[in-house]
């Protein structure tokens, strides 16, 4: 009975540890570049959540506010960025992907 209590703390340690390597490994908000060659100028907010999911950070600023989708991944180091400027609840302003960003 001794050796199972310990196998079984030891399989819920392991499985902690695993789930925590999991969620530090990735940061911010998943998203595709292939989906922000989406977003054009006039979409409402509502389309861009849609085709992008929610925005990692929203920043006010006097003349709008920028979106940014932000995902980071811990374990690879790999890292993406996109942000689009929106006034009165539509984009004004979208970024230059090259198609070399995957």
Known sequence: MELKVWN???????CLLSSLVTLASCAGTDF????????QLGMTE???V???????????RSDGQM????????MTGASRVVSFKMKD???VE???IPSSFK
Do not use: C, E
């Not at 849609?50 to 006010?60: A, D, N, R, T």
């Not at 979106?67 to 811990?74: R, T």
């Open 8 to 14: 079984m703390r030891t399989l819920f340690r392991a």
């Open 94 to 96: 979208v970024p230059t």
């Open 89 to 91: 609840g539509k984009v």
């Open 46 to 48: 509502d389309q861009v």
């Open 50 to 60: 849609q085709l992008m999911g929610q925005p990692y950070s929203v920043v006010s």
């Open 32 to 39: 595709s570049y292939d989906s922000a060659r989406k977003v």
């Open 67 to 74: 979106w940014v989708w932000s995902h980071a991944n811990g």
